[in-house]
Structures are given as C-alpha cells and as structure tokens.
C-alpha cells in the first residue's frame, strides 16, 4: 500500500465491505431491522455502507430494507445518480484465496465483488468523499443508490425507482468502457416434468452463471463432473459441468433414456448452438443470442433445469419461448419463463454518452495494459449481453467499470482488479460527477 493513492482507512472500507458474504437467500423477519426480504447479509453490507457514510457526513435513506442511498451537495439541487448493488453471487470454486476477505497480492485485488460490484460502490463513495472532504462546491446533488438484490430479480431497484426520488441522470459503473447503450434481453426458462425423476441430479448455484459442477446418481452409482465458471452472458468463458456431466454418462455407456430431462439435455442442448435450439437465428447490433443451462435439479419429485438467455434488442422473447417449449414437448416436458428483462436501448447521440465517453477516452492510457491501438478499437458506445440496473431506473445508463480488453471478472472465481485501475476507477468517477454536475 506504500505506493497507492488509497488511504489506509479507504482500504480498511473496502476490505470489511468485500469480507460480507452478500449473497441473497430467503425473506426473513428480524427482531431489530424488521422484514428483510433478502435474507440479513444483503441488508447487512447495506447497513454497513450507509453507516459508514453518515459518519463521513453525508445524507442517507433506505426504502423497505431492500436499497438504501447516501448522498452530497446542496439540499434541494438538481439530482444525479451513480447505482451499484451489495449483493454478490455465490463463491463457487476454483478460489486460490478467500473469495470474501480481500487478498492484495502482486498489486492485484481478490475478493468476490471486487468488480462486481462492491468494487465499484465503494470506488464511487471514496470518490464522493473526497470531493465531500476537500471542499468542493457542487451544483448538484450526487446521490448513490445502493441495491442488494441485483444478482437475482432487480426488485431492489425497481423498488426504488417506484418509490424514491428519481435522479435527472444516472450511471451505474456495473458492466464495462466506454458507456453502454443497449444491453440485450434477458430470460430465464424453465425446462420441467412435475414426476419423479429415475435419477438424482444436481448442478449449478445461480441462473446467471456456468455451473462449475454437476452430480448425477443413477442406479445406485455417481457421477460428478467439473466445469469452469462465467457469467452467464458470456457462457463461452466457461465450460458447462452439466454438458460435461451429461458426456461423461455417455463415455461410460450409463442408460438415461427414462430421465426425459436428461434426455432432452443430450440431445438438444449439449454441443448444439444455442441459435439452433433458441430458435433464434437474428444477429443485430447488440449481437446475436446466448445460453446457458444453469440449474439443473432432478430427485423424486421432479426434474427441472433453468436455461438463461440473452437475446437480441430487436428480437421477440415469445418466439424464444414457443419455439423452446414446442421442443420441450417432445420429450413430455414443460417450459415457462421464470425470470424476464426486456431488452434496453439508448440514442448514441445523448449529450451524456458523448460526455462519459470523452471521459473514458481520457482515461484510458491510466488502466492496466493499455495499448496505443485500443484508441482505435475502445472509444465508441457499446451493446451488452449482461443485465444491469440501467434497465430499471429510469435516465441510467451503464459506464465501466471493465476495461474491455480485460477478460470479464464477473462471477468469475479468483474475480480481481489490479489496485492500480482501483485507483483510476476513483478518478473516472469523480471526473463524471464533476462534469455530471456542472
């Protein structure tokens, strides 16, 4: 830490915001906080966060015990926004250190949400602090909108948006440069028999990621199978254990022929384009579509896998679902959607994207392996298959916080930034406030 901007106190904020294991689970009711409707670890990184801000001096609020905010600048003012969220996907394997105690190694932080997206939240409170300490008169007010249930359903946000006060612009710093305009559809299927299942079967911990391992026991013998975990938007950074499950049962010769989930995985899914058995053959200028069977369950209730897709912002979910459901039946399967985004799409020519990008465009020689050519290749607004909060909050658009020649860290194991880009995340968000508010 002898060369780094960051303070110690700056450090010491960030290492007790990672070392919360937020991840979302059941509503509870506690005897102190009342209803929680993510389980006590979300709410918990949220109390910490805003009770860290109130001591710093800034403003702070929550609504419903399901997003929370701090803000700074004069009471009143104009309003803009900077969205991140608390919670965090599982840790899943593969982990060469604590996934939630923040390990400084080589220059390089580890931690689950270190990118996604604590990382950012607490970059974009280090940046409003300072600003806060060092005396400088903003025209605006900055508020940070703090969700804790991103990773599974948005309704943090959408509560916000339905209820507090909406900003006249935001950014939310949770996917990549230079500034996003369009962010793909995004829906969960669920592929099902309500009949007892001939195996038992397990893979996969959350719809918005690779399954990093899958177990199947079949006639009294098991069998387990690896994989290599990704987010679920960019499913060829990982590799599927339950694919991997499915090919290991057919080397070894097993019969699943009575398990029609098994079968329809097989013989539908496993290396079959995900444009072939989506039905969704269009590629436009958000891309084309993705997927990835992410929850695969079987016992003797029932079968049931959870497929996640990203399609295109001007392709129609329905057709997605008809023609995957026509295929499900053949197997004596059903399908329904249990999760669904619309897509999101913004004019490039917005004054805010060409001022944010103008800001990236700045920054960039600042972030770890940068090369000259990428001034080329980086500088124009871009189409995403990931989900962020953009799509929730009215006037939002997604800015960073990935550097897009870096390999995407999100629900990644081992999931790092450099502390040097750390660092330059802080000064890119305060240049955005600044301009954001002039």
Known sequence: ???????????????????????????????????????FMPFSALKFFLDYAEKSGMRTGTIENRVGWCEIGPENADLIGIVCHLDVVPEGDG????????????????????VDDKGPAAASFIAMKRLLESGYVLNKRVRLILGTDEERSCSCVETYAEKGEIPSFSITPDGEFPVIYAEKGIMNIRIFANTPSIVEACGGSAANMVPANAYCKINNKEYTATGKTAHASKPDLGVNAIYEMIKKLDSEGVDYSSSPLLTFISKELVDVPSEKYTGCSISD???????????LKCNSESESLIIDIRYPVTYDMDKITSFMSATAAKYGLSAEITNQMDPLYKPKDLPEIALLTNIWKENMPSYKDFKPEYLNSFTEPIAIGGGTYARHMPNTIAFGIQT????????????????????TDIKVITEAIKALTE
């Open 404 to 423: 897009p020649w870096m390999e995407d860290q999100c629900h990644q194991a081992n999931e790092f930034r450099s502390l040097s880009d750390f660092e």
């Open 285 to 295: 200028e958000s891309g084309s579509v993705t997927g990835n069977p992410s929850i």
């Open 95 to 114: 982990w060469n250190t604590p996934a939630f105690e923040l390990t400084l190694k080589d220059g390089i932080l580890y931690g689950r949400g270190i």
């Open 1 to 39: 830490m002898s060369n780094s901007s960051l303070s110690q106190e700056e450090y010491s904020f960030l290492e007790q915001l990672i070392a919360i294991k937020s991840t979302g689970s059941d509503a509870i009711v506690d005897d102190t906080y009342g209803s929680l409707p993510y389980g």
